[in-house]
C-alpha cells in the first residue's frame, strides 16, 4: 500500500459506505465531490486530540476509545469493500447510522453510537445484542421463506369456512396501515364483546366498498384482549368478482345467508353483518349516516335461532370516503354492477377515484341486546321481527347521530 | 439439570414474581399497555404455557392453555427463561443464538424486553423467599 | 349356511370401474351372494361373481329380479361423460327408470345409486355448507351432471310412490385416487391443470376407497335417504393443487368461458380443455356431512390431505430432488401411510 500513502486520497466514505477512491484536493482531505463533508472530517481530527489533554476517568476514557474503534472498524471495512462481514454483524446496523450521520455532525454519529451500546447493557463489548438485532430480521425474512415452502407444498391449515390464517398474517400490515394511519380510526366499546361467546355484531354500512367490514374486522385484532376475529357476512354479489371471494373466504368471512350466520354463531364465533345492504352502499351523499330500512330481517333471525346477542356498531367516517352524487341505472346494467355510483371522483378519475379517501373514522361499539328473552318461536313471528329490526336499526341511528354531533370535522 | 422442578412450581414463580412488578413498577406493566401486546410463551421441562395480556388493563398473565390467539408466539426452554429473568441472557442475544422460537412479528417481542429487565431486579428475592437457590 | 338363506345383490354395471370394485367387494362376504349384471364382462375375473350378461334396460329384468329372489340392488352403471349426447342419457336416466321400476315390480327392498355433490351446482349464492334438501342447481352443460340432475328428481317422485323400497343415494364429492377416473383426476392430470384467474373455491374430496367402502356401507345397512359423501374439511381449490403438487395456469374468466364456447362441438370437445366445468372452479359447492356422519354412519379412512398427497407421488409430481428434502418428503409419505394403517386397525378392532 506504500504507493496510497504519497497520493491523498479522499477520506469521504461514499453513499456505498466504500472509501472514496478521489484524489484529495490540495489542501484538503476531500476530494471535490465531497467537499461539503470536509468541514466535517476536518473537525474530527481536533476532537480527538482534544479528549486525550482532558483528565477523562478511565471508564469514560475507555468509552470514547470504543467509540471511536468502532469508526475505525467502518473506515477499514469501507477501504477494503471485498472484506464480507461476519454473518451477525452491527456493519449494516452503523452503515444506516452512518448515512444519516453524514447529514448531521461527527459528534451527532458519536452519541447515537453510545446511545446504542448504552441501550445493551454496561457491558461494552457485548455485540451480542447487536447480533441478536440483526439476527431478527434475518429470521423474519427466513421465516417468511419457511412459510413460502410450506404453502407451495400445501402445508397450512384453512378452517372449514376457508379461514387462513397465515394469509390474515400476511395481508395484517395493510390493513393496521388503513386502521392507524390512513383513517385512523378509534374504536370504544371493545368491552362489550366477550372473550369466547357468540354475538351478532350489527354495523350502519356506508362507503362504496366493504371497507367498513374490514376495519371493524382490524379494530377487533388490534384491540381486543382475545384477538377475536369478526367474520362479516358478505353479499352473493362479491364472489362474481375475481379475488374478492377468495381473498373473503380466506379471512374467514362468509356469504351472507342465515344458514351460515346461524352455523357461524353456533361454533361461538363473531359474526359481523351490515343489514342495509345495498341500500346503504349505494347511498347518495345527502342522504348520509341515515340508515337505510333495513333489507330483511335475516339477522334478528340468526340472533334467535342460535341464542346470541346483538351488538349494535356504528361507524362513522366511511361515508365520506367516497361521496356519491348519483347512481347512473343505465351503467349499472352495463357494467353487471348492481349499481353504478357517480361521485366527485368515479368514474370520472377512473381507477384513481377509487382511492377511499382519508377520512377520520369512529367505530362504537354499544352494549348487547340479549335474545334470550325471547321464546323459540320467536324467528317465525313477523311482527316480532319487524319490531327488533326497528328497535336495532333506532339504536344504531342513535349512535350515530352522537357521535356525528361529537365530531368536529370530517378529516380529522 | 432442569431448574424448575414441575410446571406448577414455574407458575407459582413466575406469578409471584409478575404480581410484584406489577405493584411495585407500573411503568413496565404500562409498556405492556401501550404496546397491546397479546404474547404467549411455551416453556418445556417443564411445560407450561404464560400469556402476557397487555390488552387488559391492568396487564394480565395467565398460566395453561387457553383459547386466545396470541400475536407473538414463543417456543424456549424453561431454563432459558429463567436465565433471560436473572438477566444473565438477554432476550435478543437468545434469539441470536436460536435458543428461542418466535413465530409472529418479531419486533413486538421486543417490547416485553422492558418487563423482563423490571424483572431482574425482583427475581433473585422471589426465588430466595420460595427457597430456591440461584 | 344354506344357499337360500343368503342375501342376495344384484350390482348394475360390473364391466365398468365402479361395478366391478364394488362387486368384488361384497362377493367377498359369505353370507351375501352376488350377481353382475353388464353388458361386457369385467376386465378382470372377480372371485364368487355370477355374471349375467344382459343389457340393464332389457325388459325381462323384473323377471330377472324375482326369479333369482334379489335383496338388494346397486345400480352403478352409468356413462360419466361430459358429452350430452342423446345416448347416454337413454343409458343413464332411462335406463336407471327402467331399472328402479323392475325393482318395484319384483319386490326388492333395498335400491343404492351413486351420484355427485356437483348435482348442487356451483353458484355464488350457494350456502357454505350445502344440506341434502337443498333444490338442486347443477349445471346442464355437461352430461354427467345433467343426467344426474334429472335421475335425482326422477328418483324423488320414485321415492315416495314406492315407500317400501329402502332408496339410498350418496352423492360423492370430487373422487380422486390411483385407479378410478373422475372429472377431478382427470384436471389434476393435465398438463398443467388450467383455473380461473381470481377464482379458488372451496372444494371437497373423497379417496376412492372410500367411495366403494360407503357403497358398500349402503347396501349393508338398513338406511334410506340421500347423503353426502366426502373426507371432512373442505380446503380451497389452491391448496388441493399445491397438495396434488400441480402448478396451475390461471386464465381470465371471460376468456375461458369463451375458450369453452368454441370448442363445443368441435372434434377435441370442451372436456378436453376443461374436464371440470368452469363455473365448478369458480364458486363453492361444498356439501354438508352432518347426516353422512350421523345418520348413515360412514366416516371415510382417507383424509383429503392423504388422498392427495398419495395422488401426488404416484403422478411423481413432487419437486423435491435433493438431500433433506427429499428425506423430509418420504418421511411425510411413510406417516401418511402408518397413520392411515392405524386408523383401519382401529376400525376393524371396533
Known amino acids: ?412 | 439439570m432442569p431448574f424448575f422442578s414441575s410446571s406448577d412450581q414455574l407458575y407459582m414463580l413466575t406469578q409471584a414474581l409478575f404480581d410484584r412488578v406489577q405493584n411495585e413498577d407500573r411503568q413496565a406493566a404500562e409498556t405492556l399497555n401501550k404496546a397491546k401486546l397479546l404474547i404467549r410463551f411455551n416453556c418445556r421441562e417443564p411445560e407450561a404455557v404464560i400469556m402476557i395480556n397487555g390488552r387488559r388493563v391492568p396487564a394480565e398473565f395467565t398460566f395453561g392453555v387457553n383459547m386466545t390467539r396470541p400475536e407473538v408466539d414463543i417456543r424456549l426452554a424453561a431454563d432459558t427463561l429463567h436465565q433471560i429473568l436473572l438477566g444473565d441472557l438477554h432476550l435478543g442475544k437468545a434469539l441470536a443464538l436460536r435458543e428461542i422460537e418466535v413465530r409472529g412479528p418479531a419486533h413486538k417481542a421486543l417490547a416485553v424486553a422492558d418487563l423482563f429487565h423490571e424483572c431482574q431486579s425482583v427475581y433473585p428475592q422471589i426465588l430466595l423467599e420460595h427457597g430456591l437457590q440461584l | ?350
Not at chain 1, 186 to 200: C, K, P, Q, V
Not at chain 3, 120 to 146: C, D, Q
Not at chain 3, 174 to 189: D, E, Q, W, Y
Not at chain 3, 218 to 238: C, H, K, T, W
Open chain 3, 1 to 350: 349356511m344354506a344357499i337360500s338363506d343368503r342375501r342376495v345383490i344384484l350390482v348394475t354395471g360390473v364391466g365398468d370401474y365402479w361395478g366391478a370394485r364394488i362387486a368384488a367387494r361384497l362377493a367377498a362376504d359369505p353370507d351375501t351372494l352376488v350377481i353382475g349384471l353388464d353388458d361386457v364382462a369385467p376386465l378382470e375375473e372377480i372371485e364368487n361373481l355370477d355374471f349375467i350378461q344382459a343389457d340393464i334396460q332389457n325388459p325381462l329384468l323384473p323377471e330377472l329380479l324375482s326369479s333369482e329372489g334379489v335383496d338388494i340392488v346397486c345400480h352403478l352403471k352409468f356413462v360419466e361423460s361430459s358429452d350430452c349426447s342423446e345416448a347416454n342419457f337413454n343409458l343413464n336416466v332411462s335406463g336407471a327408470m327402467k331399472v328402479l321400476g323392475a325393482c318395484a315390480d319384483a319386490g326388492v327392498r333395498k335400491v343404492v345409486l351413486r351420484s355427485s355433490t356437483a348435482v348442487y351446482g356451483a353458484h355464488a349464492g350457494n350456502s357454505a355448507f350445502i344440506a341434502e334438501e337443498t333444490p338442486l342447481r347443477g349445471s346442464s352443460k355437461y352430461g354427467y351432471t345433467r343426467d344426474l340432475v334429472e335421475l335425482e328428481a326422477f328418483c324423488n317422485g320414485f321415492a315416495v310412490q314406492f315407500p317400501e323400497i329402502s332408496l339410498t343415494i350418496l352423492r360423492f364429492a370430487n373422487i380422486v385416487g390411483l385407479t378410478a377416473t373422475s372429472p377431478m383426476t382427470r384436471f389434476l392430470k393435465h398438463k398443467p391443470p388450467r383455473i380461473l384467474l381470481g377464482f379458488d373455491p372451496m372444494m371437497q374430496i373423497i379417496h376412492e376407497d372410500d367411495v366403494v367402502e360407503a357403497l358398500v356401507h349402503a347396501a349393508q345397512n338398513d338406511v334410506r335417504g340421500v347423503f353426502n359423501i366426502a373426507a371432512e374439511y373442505a380446503m380451497p381449490l389452491s391448496r388441493i393443487l399445491r397438495l396434488a403438487r400441480r402448478f396451475p395456469v390461471h386464465i381470465f374468466h371471460p376468456v375461458a368461458y369463451k375458450g369453452f364456447n368454441l370448442l363445443r362441438g368441435s372434434r377435441f370437445g370442451p372436456a378436453e380443455f376443461a374436464p371440470i366445468e368452469w363455473d365448478y372452479l369458480r364458486y363453492p359447492w361444498v356439501a354438508d356431512l352432518r347426516l353422512m356422519v350421523e345418520d348413515l354412519g360412514f366416516s371415510p379412512l382417507y383424509r383429503a390431505e392423504e388422498t392427495l398427497r398419495e395422488f401426488a407421488a404416484d403422478g411423481q409430481y413432487n419437486m423435491e430432488k435433493d438431500g433433506d428434502e427429499r428425506i423430509a418428503y418420504e418421511e411425510g409419505r411413510l406417516r401418511d401411510i402408518l397413520e392411515i394403517r392405524r386408523r383401519a386397525r382401529e376400525r376393524a378392532d371396533q
Open chain 1, 1 to 412: 500500500m506504500s504507493d496510497e500513502e504519497k497520493i491523498v486520497r479522499c477520506e469521504a466514505l461514499t453513499k456505498a459506505a466504500s472509501r472514496c477512491k478521489n484524489k484529495a484536493e490540495p489542501g484538503s482531505v476531500t476530494c471535490w465531490v465531497h467537499r461539503s463533508s470536509a468541514v466535517k472530517l476536518g473537525a474530527q481530527r481536533p476532537s480527538v486530540e482534544r479528549f486525550a489533554e482532558q483528565n477523562l476517568s478511565d471508564r469514560e476514557l475507555r468509552e470514547r476509545l470504543m467509540a471511536e474503534l468502532d469508526d475505525l472498524i467502518i473506515r477499514v471495512q469501507g477501504i477494503s469493500p471485498e472484506y464480507s462481514p461476519p454473518p451477525f454483524s452491527p456493519e449494516k446496523m452503523v452503515d444506516l447510522l452512518d448515512e444519516q450521520g453524514e447529514d448531521g455532525d461527527s459528534s451527532f454519529r458519536l452519541a447515537l453510537l453510545k446511545r446504542l451500546r448504552g441501550s445493551i447493557n454496561e457491558d461494552i463489548l457485548d455485540i451480542e445484542t447487536w447480533k441478536g438485532a440483526w439476527y431478527m430480521v434475518n429470521y423474519t425474512i427466513e421465516y417468511q421463506g419457511d412459510i413460502v415452502k410450506r404453502r407451495l407444498k400445501g402445508d397450512y391449515e384453512t378452517d372449514a369456512w376457508g379461514l387462513d390464517w397465515e394469509f390474515i398474517e400476511a395481508v395484517r400490515p395493510f390493513l393496521d396501515f388503513m386502521y392507524k394511519v390512513y383513517w385512523r380510526v378509534e374504536t370504544t366499546g371493545i368491552e362489550h364483546i366477550s372473550d369466547y361467546e357468540r354475538a351478532l355484531l350489527v354495523g350502519n354500512h356506508s362507503g362504496q366498498l366493504p371497507w367498513d367490514g374490514a376495519m371493524l374486522m382490524t379494530a377487533l385484532l388490534n384491540e381486543h384482549p382475545a384477538q377475536r376475529l369478526v367474520r362479516n357476512l358478505y353479499s352473493k354479489w362479491l364472489p362474481t368478482l375475481p379475488f374478492m371471494s377468495s381473498i373473503l373466504v380466506k379471512m374467514g368471512q362468509a356469504l351472507d345467508s342465515v344458514e351460515n350466520g346461524v352455523r357461524l354463531l353456533e361454533q361461538e364465533e363473531l359474526v359481523g353483518v351490515f343489514p342495509e345492504g345495498y341500500n346503504g352502499v349505494g347511498k347518495l351523499f345527502r342522504n348520509r349516516y341515515k340508515l337505510a330500512r333495513f333489507g330483511r330481517d335475516g339477522f334478528v333471525k340468526m340472533a334467535l335461532n342460535a341464542q346470541a346477542p346483538i351488538i349494535p356498531v356504528s361507524i362513522v367516517g366511511a361515508e365520506e370516503t367516497y361521496i356519491t352524487l348519483g347512481k347512473s341505472s343505465t351503467l349499472a346494467r352495463l357494467t353487471g354492477f348492481p349499481y353504478f355510483p357517480i361521485s366527485l371522483r368515479f368514474p370520472w378519475l377512473g381507477l384513481l377515484g377509487v382511492v377511499p379517501l382519508p377520512t377520520k373514522w369512529y367505530i362504537d361499539i354499544g352494549q348487547p341486546i340479549p335474545m334470550d328473552d325471547y321464546g323459540s318461536d320467536a324467528a317465525v313471528n313477523p311482527a316480532l321481527l319487524s319490531q327488533l329490526t326497528d328497535k336495532v336499526r333506532n339504536v344504531i341511528q342513535e349512535m350515530v347521530n352522537n357521535r356525528l354531533e361529537q365530531r368536529r370535522a370530517i378529516f380529522f
